[in-house]
């Protein structure tokens, strides 16, 4: 049996990075287990629905392969966020807001394997959302981020900052606001909460 992975300490740089400051980074294409949706992900059931579904597919994954000999720590949940018009991407509208939600697969995955195990993951969990879950790849490039602690609800300063910081170094906005979250809102006090913003880039 292979040692199990932790990719919070195999790619520190991108799951656990330093406590302070903004750090440009260069994200490798990896491949994701993904689910699409739009909504208040504090309101909408189709947001909780798709969050649970992927972590039932993640898990269905990493336990099915442990008799093959691979094992590894589940990745943690990401996000991808944002709106047609990004002028109007801001907390007033999340009605509006779209979103992919992902979770990293270490690279002995294959979406042969993933399928197989779709149909066990719903029998278990009687989940709709299962099938809308896919297994793609997603390559970010050059990107800005930065570790942040507290509320979901009061990222918006630290993320004004972060765009300060990219166009004082002559840096442009791309792509899709990211967010990997390290805890978990269920057990965690909120002002504790940690959270990778990251922002793509370009020259």
């Known amino acids: ?20 400051g903004f750090h440009l980074v260069d994200v490798p ?10 909504g208040n992900p504090n309101t909408s059931a189709d947001y909780q629905q798709a969050v649970e579904a992927l972590y ?15 094992d590894h720590i589940v990745p943690p949940l990401e996000g ?21 939600m992902m979770i990293m697969q270490p690279e002995w995955v294959v979406s042969e394997f993933v399928e ?10 009687k989940n709709s959302s299962l099938m809308r879950v896919r297994f793609d790849a997603y390559e970010e490039g050059l990107a800005v981020q930065i570790l942040y602690t507290g509320p979901y609800e009061a990222e918006a300063p630290t993320i ?16 899709k606001h990211h967010e990997i979250y390290l805890g978990d809102p269920r057990k965690t006090l909120a002002e504790k909460l940690q959270t990778i913003l990251r922002q793509p880039i370009r020259k």
């Not at 294409?29 to 739009?38: R, S, T, V």
């Not at 991808?80 to 992919?100: H, R, S, Y």
């Not at 300060?164 to 906005?173: D, H």
């Open 160 to 175: 004004s900052a972060m765009h300060n910081f990219m166009k004082t170094n002559g840096y442009q906005l791309m792509g």
């Open 1 to 20: 049996m292979n040692k199990k992975v932790d990719f919070k300490k195999k790619l520190r740089h991108l799951y656990n990075p330093p406590i302070a």
């Open 29 to 38: 294409k990896m491949n994701y287990l993904m689910i699409d949706g739009k």
């Open 80 to 100: 991808l966020w944002w709106m047609e018009n990004m002028n109007d991407f801001n907390l007033a509208n999340k009605e509006f807001w779209e979103w992919t």
């Open 56 to 70: 039932s597919m993640a898990y269905s994954v990493k336990f099915a392969l442990k008799p093959r000999g691979f």
């Open 116 to 125: 197989s195990v779709r149909e066990a993951a719903y029998k278990k969990k």
